[in-house]
């Protein structure tokens, strides 16, 4: 709260500003409006999430494509040039 340096009281005035972060770091974020952002990347592990117009790129710590894990995934169409099973011995098609 700034205040005058006048000996009159008068009344004082809130002060508000904005402030840019370059690099801002959270534990825990919430939002009443979201967040926009052109990419997120991790604290501990740098793999990065980058927000295109066809959907997300996920690269891993070294900014190669990375691997996205998931109890399920539910999609309409998958376009690949392979597939293999979880298991090592599970062969590829």
């Known amino acids: 709260m700034a205040t005058s340096r006048t000996p009159h009281q008068e009344p004082g005035y809130f002060l508000t500003t ?3 972060l370059r690099h801002p770091e959270f534990d825990s974020a919430t939002s009443t409006h979201g967040v926009r952002t052109p990419w997120v990347e ?3 592990d740098k793999g990065r999430i980058t ?3 066809q959907g997300v790129q996920v690269h891993d710590d070294s900014h190669t494509p990375g691997t996205v894990s998931a109890a399920k995934a539910e999609v309409d169409g ?6 293999r ?3 090592d011995g599970a062969g590829w098609i």
């Not at 998958?78 to 597939?83: D, E, L, R």
């Open 18 to 20: 904005t402030v840019h």
């Open 42 to 44: 991790g604290t501990a």
């Open 51 to 53: 927000f295109t117009t």
């Open 78 to 83: 998958v376009s690949t040039t392979w597939v």
């Open 85 to 87: 099973g979880r298991a």
